[in-house]
């Protein structure tokens, strides 16, 4: 593993656009750097010497010459990410270039505390490492993304609804314990943003990515950078209220977009559906399995169910209505929809698309797309893997 202390100014920006841009041609790479291509070709004949970076596969160029990429070099050592969300967790291993090497998921219940999910989180860890026939030392980051706000430079969640045992919680005390390396804590939806941002390799500098699952929460990235407000609880747009009459949220107030359209509130307007009559497919899925979950309206509604369907309408109506307010406030190109919302597929996005064109203004709407995010189920794991090796580069940039 390297001292970074010890790289150059210039080592450290190619790595820091090898990064960003994996496999990059070397032209393309002094180009974006704005470095002239002899004198980027001399760092990286270095950087190449010392095990920085990394040849590889030839691409086809279009004028049908081989030309090499550059990639950042699996001897650097790995990075560990870790997605917990409030009733999952997924930790995985992962190249320098963000390459999974392993990965694990499961079932989880955020309000089991944090001693008991990370002890567990640590035993995957080491698990998964070895795994890799890799061991703690080789660990060159970590990145945790929760379901919650939190202050980034403390790494500590700040009044989670969802967790309110983790708020005095260092999950960088009880990782430091097992592994030297850095580790750094963000909320899960910044976290997804961030792995969709390296997706696109920084191309898109203004969008928002928002999570609906237990509850609902809004990644921002502005001018190419994640924005997380002055308390670390930006885009915390789950408790905007859609309607003064509706039923009151666990924070107190009536009518939140996350109490009326969350991942609960498709379940239970399933399940009471279900309870009336009203759909024979949802109250045979009610007999089976004793209780309906998100993805059982997502399989009712892909099967047509016309029940299913007009609860999945109506979610997503209101989280665009929600969203209608955040996008003429806000102006992004796209607004990238995940969490496990996607699995209900295209009648969501296009009542969530209808919502928010009819509500907001023309001009901020003109060129916005809303899609699904395209690393999908991984958005998180990636996400937390751009956090630890972003973060690890930065510190030394800083240092
Ligand atoms: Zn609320």
Known sequence: MPRWSDLSDNEM??????????????DALANGAGFSKSRANAVVAGMLDQGLLEATGAQQSTGGRRAETLRLSR?????????????????????????????????????DGPALLMARVRTLMRELLAKCKRRPGDVMGIGIGVPGPVDFESGQLVNAPLMPEWDAYSIRDDLRADYAAPVFVDNDVNVMA?????????GLQNF???????????????HGRVYR???????????ICVDPA??????GNLGCVETMAAGPAIARAATEAAR???????????????????????????????????????????????????VNFHNPSHVFIGGGIQRIGPLFLAAVRQSVYHRSLALSTRHLEIQYTPLGERAGIIGAGVLAMQETLARRVAA
């Not at 961030?194 to 920084?202: I, K």
């Open 13 to 26: 920006t190619l790595l820091d656009h090898v990064f960003w841009s994996t496999h990059i041609s070397r």
């Open 75 to 111: 001897s650097l050592g790995v990075l560990l990410g870790v997605a917990l969300g409030a009733t999952g967790l997924e930790v995985g291993v992962l190249a320098p270039d963000l390459e999974l090497l392993a990965h694990h998921s499961e079932p989880a219940d955020v309000r």
């Open 194 to 202: 961030l792995g969709e941002l390296w997706r696109m390799q920084r």
């Open 208 to 222: 928002l990515v928002v999570k609906v699952g237990t509850g609902i929460g809004c990644g921002i990235v502005c």
């Open 229 to 239: 407000g002055a308390n670390g609880s930006a885009g915390d747009v789950g408790h």
């Open 246 to 251: 509706g039923p009151r949220c666990h924070c």
């Open 276 to 326: 009336g009559g009203q759909s024979a497919l949802l109250a045979q899925m009610l007999a089976e399995r004793d209780v309906l979950k998100l993805q059982d309206v997502a399989q009712a509604s892909r099967a047509g169910d016309v029940v299913a369907n007009a609860i999945v309408q109506r979610s997503g109506a209101l989280i665009g209505q929600m969203l209608a307010s955040v």
